[in-house]
Nanobody
Framework: QVQLVESGGGLVHPGGSLRLSCAASGSIFSINTMGWYRQVPGKQRELVATLTTGGSTDYADSVKGRFTISRDNAKNTWYLQMNALKTDDTAVYYC????????????????WGQGTQVTVSS
């Protein structure tokens, strides 16, 4: 069983910064793509950023230049550094592990964290 646990959300003023963390635990051999998504009530969950084992990144246009995704493969942990936050960044942020090789070498496609609230408000 694989579990993802997020941390680091909270309330911040516009222009401020937050760093989210996602720690994966369980019978994991490797995670190909680690990512962050966000969702606001009444809207679909949207991609924020992804990072592959090869180092390829993908960012939503709305966060480019402000957010940075990084990972620590040895700890199966990844991060989202969010700078210059805007009120539009307010959402529940979910971490995602995609294309996971389990310890028994079976492949699983997606795991999600429980979500962490980020509120940007003055």
């Amino acid at each position: 069983q694989v579990q993802l646990v997020e941390s680091g959300g909270g309330l911040v003023h516009p222009g401020g910064s937050l760093r989210l963390s996602c720690a994966a635990s369980g019978s994991i051999f490797s995670i190909n793509t680690m990512g962050w998504y966000r969702q606001v009530p009444g809207k679909q969950r949207e991609l924020v950023a992804t990072l592959t084992t090869g180092g390829s990144t993908d960012y939503a246009d709305s966060v480019k230049g402000r957010f940075t995704i990084s990972r620590d493969n040895a700890k199966n942990t990844w991060y989202l550094q969010m700078n210059a936050l805007k009120t539009d960044d307010t959402a529940v942020y979910y971490c995602n592990a995609h294309n996971v090789r389990l310890a028994d070498l079976r492949r699983a496609w997606d795991y999600w964290g429980q979500g962490t609230q980020v509120t940007v408000s003055s």
